[in-house]
């Protein structure tokens, strides 16, 4: 069999990786394996360890990049409203509380995917660095938008709502299909979008 061109090989790594970033956070980084990365990817199971010296390798990585993702995505709306912190408050809060948030786990939050697996990570784990590292840069860009002046005053703000969030948007995915799922969203948004930043 021949050898894949280097092009080819890094196309099929991106490939891997963006599988398992989806799968990682539907699933969690215990719930899938390399044989279910591999075959939502479109390629064969043996030719993982080409590319990875380990699921745990790649499981980090991912994660890597699904903060990565929702970093950016953070940084797009929070620009579009670059002289209104309230209105990129909104624009952070109100998607993030919605139901296809919810109901796309994979494209959505990393911190609500991966919180509970990271409860059984020791604490120099890689993974738990990596969900360390994108937890608070989250938080420090929601942190941004909040203008009392007191910078003490703000970071337990953002810790508090930020928290909300997370806890809203995990319980919603727990009951869904119960009216109480979307009770829940609204709930939350509401109060969070009800308070000015500045408060």
């Known amino acids: 069999m021949p050898r894949v061109s280097r092009k080819q090989a890094d196309l099929n790594?991106?490939?891997i990786v963006e599988a398992a970033t989806r799968?990682?956070?539907?699933?969690?980084?215990?719930?899938?394996?390399?044989?279910?990365?591999?075959?939502a990817a479109g390629l064969t199971h043996g030719g993982f360890y080409g590319h990875f010296e380990s699921r745990e390798a790649l499981a980090q990585e991912a994660s890597g990049r699904a903060f990565d993702q929702s970093a950016e995505s953070w940084q797009e709306r929070i620009a579009a409203h670059v002289d209104d912190n309230d209105a990129a408050r909104r624009a952070l809060i109100e998607p993030y509380l919605s139901q296809a948030s919810r109901d796309n786990p994979g494209e959505s939050c990393p911190v609500v995917a991966f919180a509970g697996d990271m409860c059984h990570e020791a604490t120099d784990s890689g993974l738990r660095q990596t969900f360390m590292e994108g937890l608070n840069r989250l938080l420090n860009s929601y942190g941004s938008l909040l203008n009392s002046g007191d910078v003490d005053a703000d970071r337990?703000?953002?810790?508090?709502?930020?928290?909300?969030?997370?806890?809203?948007?995990?319980?919603?995915?727990?009951?869904r299909g119960d009216a109480l799922s979307d009770e829940i969203l609204d709930a939350a948004c509401t109060f969070l979008t009800s308070k000015g930043s500045s408060n």
Do not use: K, P
């Open 13 to 15: 790594r991106e490939i």
């Open 23 to 39: 799968l990682f956070r539907e699933r969690g980084l215990h719930g899938i394996s390399v044989v279910d990365v591999m075959a």
């Open 156 to 175: 337990q703000q953002a810790l508090v709502e930020y928290s909300l969030m997370v806890g809203a948007l995990t319980l919603a995915r727990a009951s």
